[in-house]
């Protein structure tokens, strides 16, 4: 009989611990990306003739840590990190922000969430001659799940949607706005 109770109280614990990945007090590391590693070519042509070809490869990477403040809401910190490089152009950006990650029910593992995040920082255009630097602000909302893959490591797809705005620094009247979906894949460590 004390075997059987040692037993169900092992998977007990088990279960519970399970379910804690989400708690007030635990920590969260992500990473993410939005599936920007890309090379392409695009070949300009007016009236049916060739006009010359450029490569485009970028990347974006967008880590966070975040500290739940209540049971399955986060507050933290994120990053948003580009580089894309066109012929002889690289563009860099670096921005910092706020994020908010509110986990809607779910399983122990599978859990809905709603994110939304702002950034500001800069972005550099260099093109071996020239260099542009901007100011940089963007917003994000949107949802996913995290597929838990343990009780420390989920497995997060998401979709969401993003409003960007740059600012010259040389003339403040000049402003690029950006806006659109992305789907992100990612991972999250929680401790």
């Known amino acids: 009989m004390k075997k059987i109770l040692t037993i169900i109280a092992v998977i007990a614990m088990a279960s519970l611990s399970s379910f804690a990945q989400t708690e ?3 920590w969260v590391f ?3 990306s939005d599936l920007s590693f890309t090379t392409t070519t695009m070949t300009l042509e007016y009236d049916g003739e060739e006009m010359g070809d450029s490569d485009l490869s970028s990347f974006n990477l967008t ?3 975040a500290y739940f403040v209540a ?7 994120g990053m948003n990190v580009e580089n894309s ?18 986990y809607v029910g779910g399983s122990s593992s599978v859990k809905p ?7 500001f920082g800069s972005q550099k255009e260099d093109d071996d001659v020239d260099e542009a630097k901007a100011k940089a602000s ?10 838990f893959l ?34 992100n894949v990612g991972f999250s460590f929680y401790f």
């Open 113 to 119: 969430y709603l994110q939304a995040a702002y950034f």
């Open 30 to 32: 992500s990473g993410s």
């Open 24 to 26: 007030k007090g635990k």
């Open 63 to 65: 880590p966070t840590i």
């Open 150 to 183: 343990n009780e420390f490591a989920s497995l997060d797809m998401s979709l969401g949607y993003g409003n960007a705005t740059l600012t010259s620094n040389d003339d403040d009247k000049f402003k690029v706005k950006v806006k659109g979906l992305a789907v």
């Open 71 to 77: 049971d399955d809401f986060a507050l933290g910190l």
């Open 85 to 102: 490089k066109q012929d002889d152009y690289t563009t860099n950006s670096l921005l910092v922000g706020p994020i908010a990650r509110y």
């Open 138 to 147: 963007s917003w994000e909302i949107g949802g996913g799940a995290a597929i």
